[in-house]
């Protein structure tokens, strides 16, 4: 399977990690849209959560659970935003299941 990020989480290509466990991986986005830009995504390929099934609903609660510890390395004790992207109308461009933490400042109160 052709997966940008699938081929981050085998070091295929090379990322800026922030963090990783059995079961997740977060690097810094190449295209940072805060002072403070980071993705979380599931060692485990699923496309997105929409297709969310027992296993990877297992990583992706795992991954709510890790954000905090990532965002507090991160330095975001002020607060911060997790944003997932789901299909051509949420403009997801990578399909592979991945939260974006977005932080480091005072985020625009617009969302969409
Ligand atoms: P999406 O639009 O699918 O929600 O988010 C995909 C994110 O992946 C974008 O914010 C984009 O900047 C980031 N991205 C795309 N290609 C790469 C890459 O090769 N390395 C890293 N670190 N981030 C990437
Ligand atoms: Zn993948």
Redesign the pocket.
């Known amino acids: 399977m052709d997966c940008?990020f699938c081929a981050?989480v085998n070091g295929d290509?090379p990322?800026?990690k922030v963090y990783e466990d059995d079961r997740c991986y977060a690097?810094?986005?190449?295209?940072p849209?805060a002072p403070v830009?980071c993705?979380v995504v599931p060692r485990l390929h699923v496309g997105s959560l929409d297709e969310i099934d027992g296993e990877s609903a297992e990583a992706a609660s795992h991954i709510i659970k890790t954000i905090p510890k990532i965002a507090r390395e991160l330095g975001l004790g002020n607060g911060y935003r997790v944003v997932?992207?789901i299909g051509e109308d949420g403009?997801?461009?990578?399909k592979h299941l991945?939260f974006?933490i977005l932080g480091g400042e005072c985020l625009s109160e617009n969302m969409a």
């Not at 690097?27 to 295209?31: A, E, K």
């Open positions: 940008l981050i290509i990322s800026k690097f810094l986005d190449i295209n849209q830009h993705l997932t992207n403009r997801q461009s990578v991945h974006h």
